[in-house]
């Protein structure tokens, strides 16, 4: 009868001849928690900032409506008041959105040098990771060729 066989044998010595470096893959999760970190906090910055604006936008508006809502003793202060605070929101909006826009070309400009950065160290990750697979690969080979003969 034939036996069956065993291929154990072969398929450990072949990956012992093309050895993981599960450091590489530790490198890779540690860079990528960091550059989370920093791509949130460009975010939460941003948010901060954000949240700070239209806060100080509320209150504005709500003491500009204070003014405005007060009794007057002419038919025509109505007028004027109403007037002061339509000019005076517009002027607020402007302002406020000019912060916004601001805000959000900072972000973009942290974003594009992370994400630079990131294809840079990603870039020299890659390269030191195929020299060193292309070094431990012929060295293999090179083994593998020298036991067979």
């Known amino acids: ?5 065993d291929f154990t044998k072969v398929v450990q010595d072949m990956m012992a001849a093309f050895p993981v470096d599960a450091s590489a893959f530790q490198n890779a999760f540690k860079t ?31 003491a500009k409506i204070g003014d405005a809502s007060k009794a007057k003793a002419d038919a025509s202060e109505y ?11 517009a002027e607020m909006a402007a ?26 160290d990603a870039s020299e990750e890659a390269q030191a990771a195929v020299k ?3 070094t431990e690969a012929t060295a293999a080979v090179k083994k593998a060729a020298a036991a067979a003969k």
């Open 1 to 5: 009868m034939t036996k069956t066989p």
């Open 32 to 62: 990528q928690a960091a550059m989370g970190e920093k791509f949130a906090k460009v975010a939460l910055e941003a948010a901060e900032k954000s949240t700070e604006i239209s806060s100080k936008w509320a209150k504005d508006t709500l």
């Open 79 to 89: 007028t004027k008041a109403a007037t002061d605070f339509a000019s005076a929101a």
């Open 95 to 120: 302002e406020n959105l000019a912060a916004f826009a601001e805000i959000a070309k900072k972000v973009q400009m942290e974003t594009v040098e992370l994400m630079l950065a990131a294809g840079k």
């Open 132 to 134: 060193k697979a292309t």
